[in-house]
């Protein structure tokens, strides 16, 4: 069984329609508003002009602990380019906090702490990866773990050029 099969197989979630499938490429990503580990509020339309890469992840979750140095060298890599939102999925603060500490992570981290904006974005497994446009059109969806290829395929369609 593949990594993602599993990661789809372990880690499936039943959703709710609630965006009536709207979270896929070529469509207009749903808003949210989240508190961050910086103590603030972070909307996703306050990024629009600029690329985004929401990344859905657990700390729990293997691959999403694989992949994070990857996503952590393209958001320093990137910082005037990209902006990187890493949604942990119903995690305490000291979890999360000790985990972006563990793996140096400086992109923004919010609290979905419900699972609210996972379940609007219809994540079925994590990771889950978001690539949106300056225009904040999604562009590409990696249900997985991200790989240098399909990083840098994924974020040149929303206009990052590694």
Known sequence: MSLSAFVLAG????????NNGSARPGSLAPNFTLNGLDGQQHSLSQYRGKAVLINFWASWCEPCKAEMPLIEKYAQAYPTKLVVLGL???????????FANSFKITFMILFDSNGGISDLYRVDGFPTSFFIDSSGTIQAIQVGSLSPESMASDLASIGVKP
């Open 11 to 18: 880690f499936n979630r039943t959703q709710p329609d609630q």
């Open 88 to 98: 942990n999925s119903e995690e305490t603060p000291i979890v999360v906090q000790s």
